[in-house]
């Protein structure tokens, strides 16, 4: 069979509903990572829903237990083929968030999966039981195609709780970092720049969250008799932050900042363009770092935003001077930033500017910032498949906007990583109405299909390219 004829299968595996079919049985698994209802459903999920379609593509399957006391199941799955010239490592995750069932519209709900025009409905559809569905059909359709053979080992590790922070995967990962063994890593999470754009990213901003804090004494006092004399917390918070990130959302502190925006990124994020969809908000154009285009803004640069910020009793005021404030922060940020010293200058520039009444510390776990380069032989290799398999460019991220574990892998596994995400911006992930477009999906199916089939003709020999001639293998 030749490469045409395994992606009108792929197609073909959505025109006669068995795409819909499998998605629909997933979908209907409330695997709420979030609830104690949902719990012992993840189990159920991967042991019934994901396990039986592995072992009928011939990999051996094994769950395992979290490493981390209270965090969810894993699924290590392998397939190993006599002579493989190469491994690649896989991932997805079972979890989702919160149904909000009440809150759906028209009469659909989160786990029934719903048709309307080209968006598919339900929880899941788009994060993330959408993207591994195609993932696994595009691999059996690719199998079946080349008689059971691709010429590499494929593992899979599947995860049930990404929604709450993926507790444990950097600790499995370390454990089983043998069994993890590959030479490239592929899946598919988050959305494409535009729904009829097929992207790459090829890894994420980190996000570090910190909070501020003025105490100046217990309670509040009247402003008549005080006014003038005390002075105000929320006011002392509010030029603290003004001093960190201006009125026009440019950060002010250049220890939090990248040293520069390197110059095949910027090739990279030349031909894209963010916003502009029906459900999208107005870009502000004159908001954050000047001299940088929008798309440089969220994919190449550093940002600062308040998430949160309280002072005396919001919800019934009074005429009172508060003594105490907080707010809530967080820094996305790309690789090339000193994000492990991020406290040490904030607490640095605070003090220089009068502020040592302000107190700083992190707010929960920061995941780190992860970039493969751009002109890596994979990302050659895998643009030129997705254009071979749609017939149009695909576009280049050199690392999504969000935050994704991919740091786990990229760093902690030392895998170049590639993520071919098949969902859209407007997808209503993590709210009410989530969907899947299918017609995404189906070009989805075809592209991955087209992945997995120029893995067996040319992984070995990009693979290749990659490994340092022995002249240029580091000393023991």
Same mark, same amino acid.
Request: proline share 7%; glycine share 12%; with cysteine.
């Given at each position: 069979?030749?490469?045409?004829?395994?992606?009108?299968?792929?197609?073909?595996?959505?025109?006669?509903?068995?795409?819909?079919?499998?998605?629909?049985?997933?979908?209907?698994?409330?695997?709420?990572?979030?609830?104690?209802?949902?719990?012992?459903?993840?189990?159920?999920?991967?042991?019934?829903?994901?396990?039986?379609?592995?072992?009928?593509?011939?990999?051996?399957?094994?769950?395992?237990?979290?490493?981390?006391?209270?965090?969810?199941?894993?699924?290590?799955?392998?397939?190993?083929?006599?002579?493989?010239?190469?491994?690649?490592?896989?991932?997805?995750?079972?979890?989702? +968030?919160?149904? /909000?069932?009440?809150?759906?519209?028209?009469?659909?709900?989160?786990?029934?999966?719903? #048709?309307?025009? $080209?968006?598919?409905?339900?929880?899941?559809?788009?994060?993330?039981?959408?993207?591994?569905? #195609?993932?696994?059909?595009?691999?059996?359709?690719?199998?079946?195609?080349?008689?059971?053979?691709?010429?590499?080992?494929?593992?899979?590790?599947?995860?049930?709780?990404?929604?709450?922070?993926?507790?444990?995967?950097?600790?499995?990962?370390?454990?089983?970092?043998?069994?993890?063994?590959?030479?490239?890593?592929?899946?598919?999470?988050?959305?494409?720049?535009?729904?009829?754009?097929?992207? +790459?990213?090829?890894?994420?901003?980190?996000?570090?969250?910190?909070?501020?804090?003025?105490?100046?004494?217990?309670?509040?006092?009247?402003?008549?008799?005080?006014?003038?004399?005390?002075?105000?917390?929320?006011?002392?918070?509010?030029?603290?932050?003004?001093?960190?990130?201006?009125?026009?959302?440019?950060? /002010?502190?250049?220890?939090?900042?990248?040293?520069?925006?390197?110059?095949?990124?910027?090739?990279?994020?030349?031909?894209?363009?963010?916003?502009?969809?029906?459900?999208?908000?107005? #870009?502000?154009?004159?908001?954050?770092?000047?001299?940088?285009?929008?798309?440089?803004?969220?994919?190449?640069?550093?940002?600062?935003?308040?998430?949160?910020?309280?002072?005396?009793?919001?919800?019934?005021? +009074?005429?009172?001077?508060?003594?105490?404030?907080?707010?809530?922060? /967080?820094?996305?940020?790309?690789?090339?930033? $000193?994000?492990?010293?991020?406290?040490?200058?904030?607490?640095?520039?605070?003090?220089?500017?009068?502020?040592? $009444?302000?107190? +700083?510390?992190?707010?929960?776990?920061?995941?780190?910032?992860?970039?493969?380069?751009?002109?890596?032989?994979?990302?050659?290799?895998?643009?030129?498949?997705?254009?071979?398999?749609?017939?149009?460019?695909?576009?280049?991220?050199?690392?999504?906007?969000?935050?994704?574990?991919? $740091?786990?892998?990229?760093?902690?596994?030392?895998?170049?990583?590639?993520?071919?995400?098949?969902?859209?911006?407007?997808?209503?992930?993590?709210?009410?109405?989530?969907?899947?477009?299918?017609?995404?999906?189906?070009?989805?199916?075809?592209?991955?299909?087209?992945?997995?089939?120029?893995?067996?003709? /040319?992984?070995?020999?990009?693979?290749?390219?990659?490994?340092?001639?022995?002249?240029?293998?580091?000393?023991?």
């Amino acid at each position: 069979m030749r490469r045409e004829h395994v992606l009108a299968s792929a197609a073909a595996h959505y025109d006669q509903g068995r795409f819909f079919q499998a998605l629909a049985r997933r979908v209907a698994v409330p695997t709420e990572s979030q609830t104690a209802e949902g719990q012992p459903l993840l189990q159920t999920y991967l042991a019934e829903h994901i396990v039986p379609e592995l072992q009928a593509l011939g990999f051996a399957c094994r769950m395992l237990d979290n490493p981390v006391a209270g965090g969810g199941p894993f699924l290590l799955a392998t397939r190993r083929e006599p002579g493989a010239g190469f491994g690649v490592l896989s991932y997805g995750h079972a979890d989702v +968030v919160r149904g /909000q069932a009440a809150q759906w519209r028209q009469g659909r709900g989160p786990w029934q999966l719903h #048709i309307d025009g $080209d968006r598919w409905y339900g929880r899941g559809s788009a994060d993330n039981k959408g993207q591994h569905t #195609i993932n696994l059909a595009a691999l059996a359709q690719v199998l079946e195609a080349r008689g059971g053979r691709l010429g590499y080992d494929v593992t899979l590790l599947m995860e049930s709780g990404e929604e709450v922070g993926s507790p444990g995967l950097r600790e499995f990962c370390e454990l089983h970092r043998e069994a993890l063994a590959a030479d490239l890593f592929i899946a598919s999470d988050g959305p494409r720049v535009a729904a009829s754009r097929p992207t +790459v990213f090829l890894g994420s901003r980190g996000f570090f969250n910190f909070r501020l804090d003025v105490r100046l004494r217990p309670g509040g006092h009247h402003s008549g008799n005080w006014g003038g004399l005390l002075r105000n917390a929320g006011t002392r918070l509010a030029h603290a932050l003004a001093s960190l990130v201006d009125g026009r959302g440019r950060v /002010q502190v250049r220890g939090l900042l990248p040293d520069a925006l390197p110059a095949n990124v910027r090739r990279a994020l030349a031909a894209i363009e963010v916003g502009g969809g029906p459900a999208d908000p107005a #870009i502000d154009p004159d908001w954050g770092e000047p001299g940088l285009t929008p798309t440089e803004r969220v994919y190449g640069w550093n940002t600062l935003e308040v998430l949160a910020f309280k002072t005396g009793n919001p919800d019934a005021p +009074v005429g009172a001077i508060p003594g105490e404030a907080f707010a809530l922060c /967080q820094i996305r940020f790309v690789v090339g930033t $000193d994000s492990a010293r991020f406290i040490e200058h904030l607490r640095a520039h605070l003090d220089a500017h009068g502020f040592d $009444d302000v107190q +700083v510390q992190p707010d929960g776990e920061a995941m780190a910032a992860t970039r493969l380069d751009p002109d890596d032989p994979w990302v050659h290799w895998a643009l030129a498949s997705i254009e071979r398999s749609t017939g149009r460019a695909p576009a280049l991220l050199p690392n999504f906007g969000g935050s994704l574990p991919n $740091d786990v892998f990229a760093e902690g596994l030392g895998l170049p990583t590639l993520w071919v995400p098949h969902s859209y911006p407007a997808c209503s992930q993590h709210a009410p109405d989530e969907h899947l477009l299918g017609s995404v999906a189906r070009e989805g199916l075809q592209i991955m299909a087209g992945l997995f089939w120029d893995l067996a003709e /040319q992984g070995a020999e990009v693979v290749a390219r990659r490994r340092p001639l022995p002249s240029e293998a580091p000393a023991p």
